[in-house]
């Protein structure tokens, strides 16, 4: 049976091409989403800046003492003096200390920020190491080494004097020489002192590069580091660790990687067994005739089903072993693509080995085995007195197993639903893409059921408006319900996908948006091109004539901690036993530091208990939500974003939209904990009749005293937020774009098919008489009807997965989103369905009716 399976393939060109089509591009996507799941989990960064140091020390970001590995949000800094500690760990050779901050070239009056530049200390240099080219080591404060890229770029040399905005100042120093390194164009050096200075951070530095005696081993050496800095919220690292220290970010964003890689490969495998299960279905289904006569001539069921079986894994395997060599690099372009829009840092390298390509391969072929299954059982189980009646009439179109299973799916739906109802609204997304494949299958499932309902429901509306061909149209769909649901269920996949998939980012984009516009009062906003703004300043814009109010805002993360948590939590929790207990987690939150002055002119914060005014020194005002039963006056133990703990006083309670909630702490407290230590922005509102034009010249002119200082008004600001919803909208419209792009294909691939599989039907229908134009208007009625079915189950999956996610973002049943999306989609799905289904049928009636008819099948 194997030999006569090999030589029918070529007699079935359209099915198993189909069937290609489907098994290679699935296993491709899939691949390509392991492999980014699999870089995620290695989150490899590589180091570049420190690559010279065998061993790194640097802050640990995680939470002290978290089992759900809370990260701070802020670098960890390290005090310079556990250099001493360090350096007294056996077997320790050298240790050097790197300091970095971020700075900008001027105009060289202090006030035009040009090219962005990374800061360090000379002695970090070696780390690397960096290599003079020319000149000398900054010698002095006023000195500084270069990178030769860069130096190139700015038209600089040796000697050369160079104006840089940092630190909220305007510096100038002279440069002593150029250097190479791996970032040589975006590189300054300074003086070590004169580098803790700029930092405004003098005695803490970023990490310690150590290197090991001669004749130290590298492991020995490293163990004896971590026990010797245990309790010092600092972590010791080798390899490709490294990296991590000089970029904190790849921690939280390589978690984040995580979650959306196992988002996207969840919804990838998913569609890549709808696609594949229905082609391979459809594809077999349009050989019941072929089945039927091979029953009735006495093949038994063992021996079709080997038929079956072994023309599947045949094209099965070719297919998704080629699509082994496209498939990493599926994952690579994702990840490139993320990197370049800034969702992930560059630094993290694709790193997959073989088990993507396993997971991907074998779920198109378990896929593809599991469809030929069950296809071949059923045609195997059927009575050779009854094979060609069952083939002509296939009253078998649904089972009570699909049922079960459809129920299962239809029930998980409906659970995440309810969960997601109840979510907080920039969460909720996270269980809205899988009750959006939950409710994909289960619609899917009773796709036969649901079809042949709709079709009977069009079943006057069409006859009326279409005659003969819509009545012959209808006949067919009657008769062949499982070859309807296979062509309407790509319809209902891409549809539904797109339009869910598309509203859940405008809807969430929208809830992001109002709940920003809402909190937003002021008419202008004063920012940095040095990265921030000293405290200070605050107190000189509100002093400008036609100012109103004007209140800091220093955005971070923190955590409140549980109650009854002691300050410095034990590596393990354990009971009497001497077992391992679960300790309370903390409460993440999200921070902003204020003025209290002008704070209700510039934002929309009201005190729901206490006062505002009193935010001053160790205080917090907490959300509602956040408060736990404390009351005004109450201590409440916080870690601020570098790690730092604190014991505030609650003065107030604010109300927040939910999951938009900010806690409210002084300025002069949380601005020390930030990584620039500045103001990044400082609100302004205009006193009533103040012209805005005039009052932003007022406050521009303040550049003369405060470097890099830039007006912008209400609307600049709201672009801002909405470039930064843009990024994260963008990254979801490029993996939309793969998934929906892999279903459009199936739903070409799946109509072309059911056409040209129906070559023998049409010429009979030419041979009694109907001419070329009634056939093609008769698959005209059915290629809309099709594309309705489609369109209606998909829109009812997209409406099952956006009304509990409306609710929980906007409070509204209705999604936010342009209309045209709905239209756009719509349009699509028809314009393709028809478009196929009438080139397909066009192309099938250029034959002969007698060439076809009298073939041998």
């Known amino acids: ?39 995620g989990l290695h989150n490899a960064a590589p180091p570049k800046r420190l690559a010279g140091a065998p061993i790194v020390v640097t802050g640990d970001q995680l939470y002290p003492g978290s089992q759900s590995g809370e990260l701070f949000a802020e670098r960890i800094r390290l005090d310079a003096k556990l250099a001493g500690t360090i350096a007294a760990v056996p077997g320790v050779g050298e240790t050097v200390p790197d300091v970095s901050f971020q700075a900008a070239l001027t105009d060289g009056s202090g006030k035009q920020a040009g090219q962005k530049v990374t800061g360090h200390g000379w002695a970090s240099a070696r780390l690397t190491p960096y290599k003079l080219t020319e000149g000398s080591p900054p010698a002095g404060a006023r000195q500084a080494v270069v990178g030769a890229g860069l130096a190139e770029q700015a038209g600089l040399s040796v000697g050369d004097k160079l104006p840089l905005l940092v630190h909220g100042a305007a510096e100038s120093y002279e440069i002593s020489g150029l250097s190479t390194g791996p970032d040589g164009a975006s590189s300054v050096f300074l003086a070590d002192a004169e580098a803790a200075r700029v930092t405004g951070r003098p005695g803490a530095v970023d990490s310690f590069g150590v290197f090991p005696a001669a004749g130290a081993d590298l492991g020995a050496v490293r163990e004896s580091l971590a026990k010797a800095v245990v309790g010092k919220q600092a972590t010791v690292t080798t390899g490709d660790d490294r990296g991590r220290a000089e970029n904190p970010d790849v921690i939280a964003d390589g978690g984040d990687l995580v979650s959306l890689a196992a988002a996207f490969g969840g919804l990838s495998a998913m569609v890549t067994v709808f696609v594949v299960s229905s082609t391979l279905g459809l594809s077999i289904q349009q050989r019941q005739r072929e089945m039927a006569l091979l029953r009735a001539i006495g093949t038994t069921p063992g021996q079709l089903r080997r038929l079956i079986l072994g023309e599947t894994v045949f094209v099965a395997a070719i297919a998704t072993a080629l699509a082994c060599w496209p498939g990493p690099s599926v994952g690579s372009w994702l990840l490139s693509a993320f990197a370049d829009a800034g969702v992930v840092p560059e630094a993290i390298e694709y790193r997959a080995g073989w088990v993507p390509l396993a997971v991907g391969a074998g779920t198109a072929m378990l896929t593809a085995v599991g469809a030929a299954f069950i296809a071949a059982r059923r045609a195997a189980r059927t009575r050779p007195t009854e094979a ?174 549980p109650k009854g948590a002691p300050a410095v939590p034990p590596p393990v929790d354990e009971n009497a036993d001497g077992e391992e207990v679960e300790r309370p987690e903390p409460v993440a939150v999200s921070m902003q530091g204020i003025t209290p002055e002008g704070l209700t002119r510039t934002t929309a914060f009201r005190a729901s208990q206490g006062s505002l005014d009193a935010l001053r020194g160790n205080t917090v005002a907490l959300p509602t939500r956040y408060t736990d039963g404390r009351k005004i006056g109450d201590k409440v133990p916080m870690r601020l974003g570098d790690g730092s703990r604190v014991v505030l006083e609650l003065v107030a309670t604010v109300e927040g939209k939910r999951g938009y909630e900010t806690a409210l702490l002084p300025a002069s407290v949380l601005v020390a904990h930030t990584d620039t230590g500045l103001v990044p922005q400082i609100m302004v509102s205009a006193e009533p009749g103040t012209d805005q034009a ?89 290629a809309v009807l099709v594309a309705v079915a489609g369109i209606v189950l998909g829109v009812l999956v997209a409406l099952l997965t956006l009304v509990p996610l409306s609710m929980s973002v906007l409070g509204s049943a209705v999604p936010d989103g342009s209309p045209w999306i ?36």
């Not at 030589?7 to 359209?14: A, D, P």
């Not at 963008?730 to 929906?740: E, H």
Request: glycine share 10%; net charge positive.
């Open 1 to 39: 049976m194997i030999r006569i399976a090999l030589r029918t393939l070529r007699f079935h060109k359209g099915g198993f091409l189909a069937s290609f089509i489907a098994l290679f591009f699935g296993a491709a996507i899939v691949i390509g989403s392991g492999g980014l799941l699999e870089t």
């Open 388 to 561: 060609l009646s069952e083939a002509a009439l296939q009253h078998r179109w649904f089972s009570g197993v699909r049922l079960v299973f459809a129920l299962l799916c239809l029930g998980g739906g409906t659970a995440l639903a309810m969960v997601t109802a109840n979510m907080d609204g920039p969460e909720a997304g996270s269980t809205a893409t899988p009750a959006a494949m939950l409710w994909t299958a289960g619609v899917g499932l009773l796709g036969p059921g649901l079809a042949k309902g709709i079709a009977a429901a069009l079943h006057g509306p069409v006859r009326a408006v279409s005659g003969l061909a819509g009545r012959l149209a209808m006949l067919n769909t009657k008769v062949r319900t499982p070859q309807l649901a296979g062509a309407v269920m790509p319809v209902m996949l891409a549809t539904g996908l797109a339009i869910a998939l598309i509203y859940l980012q405008t809807t969430q984009a929208s809830g992001s948006e109002r709940a920003f516009d809402e909190s937003l009062r002021a008419d202008l906003v004063v920012t940095s091109d040095s990265g921030g703004l000293p405290l200070d300043a605050v107190d000189t814009i509100r002093a400008q004539p036609g100012v109103a109010a004007a209140s800091a805002q220093i955005p971070s993360l923190g955590y409140i901690e």
């Open 694 to 782: 005039k009052l932003a010249g007022t406050l521009s002119a303040l550049a003369a005293s405060q470097p890099g200082l830039r007006v912008a008004d209400r609307e600049a600001l709201t672009l801002v937020r909405a470039d930064q919803d843009d990024t994260q909208s963008w990254m979801a419209y490029l993996l939309l774009g793969v998934v929906v792009g892999y279903a459009t294909i199936a739903l070409v691939n799946t109509q072309v098919l059911s056409t040209t599989e129906r070559r023998r039907e049409f010429m009979l229908q030419r041979l009694i008489g109907s001419t070329r134009r009634q056939v093609m208007q008769m698959m005209t009625v059915e």
């Open 822 to 857: 709905f239209v756009t989609v719509v349009v699509a799905a028809l314009g393709l369905t028809l478009g196929t289904t009438l080139l397909a049928s066009a192309a099938v009636l250029r034959s002969r009716p007698g060439d076809v008819v009298g073939a041998r099948e």
